[in-house]
């Protein structure tokens, strides 16, 4: 085999779908396996794979660099890469962690198929754009090339790779994309530095035709089991135009619900009828915090009260589902302020919610904002858990009422009248039990968000990292920035 990609999370990740996909184009053997740290090995061993690589989110990278030691044992002369957003905006990894040969930084389609092409030794690596790559104690840095802008040029992801495995491909909910980018800048997000380091390098938002999502779904649902279509765009409505012409061919073609992420403020009444008419199950929105001030200063989001309102109203009026999504314990969060998120969501009175954690993030702006503010002692981006659904490393007064009331928010949301009941438990330190509630309580309300049954979501649940897995131990000094 030419290339392996490894992961542990149970989870069909679209950038990687479309890196084997771009790899089998230009006639390479490249696959995907998931499981244990044994099994992992296992295939390994069995495949006997020129390279191996990671797609790395912050969180799951201390993972990779152990397991690419103990594969380092096995062949000493296997090449690991590592891609994804973590060496993306924590290039330095490489530096830091001799096992790894090279990282991609960025768009990775054309980088892949260059790897391969050049053949296995890193001195033949060091010319590929995007490609970070360490020559003995050097490491050469090559810059980012333009973006890609003709998406329609990209085959269609190779959902082979991960359907090999039963569990996703008997997933009544497919994913899909239609586009790359979002035009904003919130202070949460790393999008903005994603704009930064592809500056110049071409159109940053960008969409794929109509025909050539038509023809994807075509093929998906003539090929796979699917009851729902999630389309996993940053945000689906960025080209209204787009959208309305989306909705008008969809239902010509297919009987499918689907599920699509939006902001309030590109939600009018043409929108939501299309959304409607179209057969859309369930519309995403960003709301993050009742409070209009955190909302808009704090975070940028850029999104009013009243836009909130408007949306709620236009999706009530159609009958259209539509859920929120939520931050607890936010920088400079009261209990007064997070009770707000709870009691907008009652106002607004969404289908479904969701609702996480506030997880400061080195290199975002609002990462730096708590580092100046004293919030937290340091950052560091080998500490960053990737569940951010248990607890809060911010330090202020009433943080853990904040984070209680985030444990309590699913029962709050179904159940309204608990809250003169679950109000004066908040003051009580965060714990086991109240986690719990949250555990038991998300699965309901996840598995009807995303159009599942209870036993799905279960199945899902014990396979999500975020719950189930222990971060590795501290490896490296903090990163203040």
């Known amino acids: 085999m030419d290339l392996l990609f490894l992961q542990s999370i149970w989870f069909e990740f679209l950038g990687t779908m479309s890196l084997v996909s771009s790899a089998k184009a230009a006639g390479y053997d490249v696959g995907i396996r998931i499981g244990s740290d044994s099994a992992l090995l296992d295939e390994v061993r069995k495949l006997k794979p020129r390279c191996v690589a990671f797609s790395c989110v912050t969180g799951i990278q201390g993972w990779a660099v152990q397991l690419s030691e103990r594969i380092r044992a096995i062949n000493p002369d296997i090449r690991i890469l590592m891609g994804g957003s973590h ?175 939006m902001r309030a403020d590109s939600i009018d009444r043409d929108v939501v009828k299309a959304l409607v008419d179209a057969g859309c199950y369930n519309v995403v929105i960003g709301m993050e915090t009742g409070d209009e001030y955190l909302r808009n200063t704090v975070l940028k989001k850029r999104i009013t009260d009243d836009q909130l309102f408007e949306a709620a109203h236009l999706f009530h009026e159609f009958g259209l589902r539509f859920c929120t999504t939520n931050i607890f314990g936010l920088p400079g969060e009261t209990f007064l302020q997070s009770l707000k998120t709870v009691q907008m969501n009652q106002k607004i009175r969404p289908t479904f919610t969701w609702c996480a954690i506030f997880q400061p993030y080195p290199r975002t702006e609002l990462g730096r904002m708590v580092l100046e503010q004293g919030l937290v002692d340091s950052l560091d981006a080998d500490e960053i858990d990737p569940n951010y659904h248990s607890r809060s490393l911010l330090k202020q007064p009433e943080i853990g009422r904040s984070v209680n009331l985030h444990h309590f928010f699913y029962l709050l949301f179904r159940f309204p009248w608990l809250l003169p009941i679950l109000k004066p438990l908040t003051r009580i330190p965060p714990n086991r039990l109240f986690i719990l509630i949250h555990r038991i309580s998300f699965l309901f309300i996840y598995a009807k968000r995303w159009n599942i049954s209870i036993i799905r979501a279960i199945q899902e649940g014990r396979k999500a990292a975020g719950f189930t897995r222990k971060l590795p131990q501290k490896r490296h000094s903090a990163v203040h920035e």
């Open 87 to 261: 060496p993306t905006f924590f290039p330095e990894i490489l530096d830091r962690e001799p096992v790894l040969d090279a990282i991609c930084v960025g768009e990775g389609e054309h980088v892949i198929v260059d790897i391969l092409r050049a053949g296995d030794t890193p001195e033949a690596w060091t010319s590929i754009p995007n490609l970070h790559v360490r020559m003995g104690d050097t490491i050469i840095r090559n810059e980012v090339r333009p973006l890609i802008e003709d998406l329609d040029a990209l085959p269609f992801m190779d959902r082979d790779a991960y359907y090999r495995y039963p569990m996703l491909r008997n997933n009544p909910v497919k994913l899909l994309i239609t586009s790359r980018g979002c035009p904003n800048a919130c202070t949460f997000c790393f999008n903005h530095s994603s704009m930064k380091l592809y500056l110049g390098k071409g159109q940053y938002v960008r969409k794929r035709s109509i025909d050539s999502v038509m023809d994807e779904l075509d093929w998906l649902v003539s090929s796979y089991p699917v009851k729902t279509i999630r389309f996993e765009d940053d945000l689906f409505g960025t080209h209204r135009q787009w959208l309305l012409e989306f909705c008008s061919m969809y239902p010509r073609k297919f009987r499918l619900p689907f599920i699509c992420f």
